[in-house]
């Protein structure tokens, strides 16, 4: 009996393969990696936020650049003239009261808006000679771009 024990733990530890071990730690490293990252709505907004700023704040260099790496539509002009390259009904109401608002010569602060749809956030900032600027974010862009300790 001890024999037949004997023999069949020495059969045992020869089908095992020690040769084709996986390195615990680098598989946990790329199951990190892999997982799914949860972005809170508030989150995207606020990296829209701090873009928009960037930009802003750097002016026409920072414009070129940003354009090319997030892909962001960029309009500028009067809201009268913005309103026509809008189809969004809510974006065209903006535009309306961006024009009023100018009209009536009030202090434009930098917001941020979404489309009817949800799926894109724009940036608007308004310039010293009455004209907007509207950067337009695409959602899935803004999410594969954003720092990732930002995203939890």
């Known amino acids: 009996m001890k024999h037949a024990l004997l023999l069949f733990a020495l059969i045992a ?9 996986i390195d615990t730690a680098a598989a946990v490293k790329e199951m990190k990696a892999r997982q ?12 829209v936020d701090s873009w928009g700023q960037e930009i802003q704040a750097k002016g026409a260099a920072k414009l070129d650049s ?23 009904a809510k974006m065209v109401g903006i535009m309306d009261a961006l ?4 009209s009536q010569k009030q202090d434009i602060p930098p917001s941020i808006q979404k489309n009817t749809a949800g799926d894109s956030l724009y940036y608007f900032y308004p ?13 899935n862009i803004v999410i594969q771009n954003m720092d990732r300790p930002l995203i939890k």
Request: aromatic fraction near 6%; charge should be positive; proline fraction near 3%.
């Open 13 to 21: 530890l020869q089908a095992c393969d020690f040769s084709k071990r």
């Open 36 to 47: 799914v990252k949860r972005v809170l709505p508030q989150d995207i907004v606020n990296q």
């Open 66 to 88: 940003a354009t090319k790496a997030l892909s962001i539509s960029v309009r500028l002009g009067a809201p009268a003239e913005l309103k026509l390259s809008f189809k969004d």
């Open 99 to 102: 024009d009023y608002s100018i």
């Open 127 to 139: 310039s010293e000679t009455g004209k907007i600027t509207v950067l337009g974010f695409a959602k």
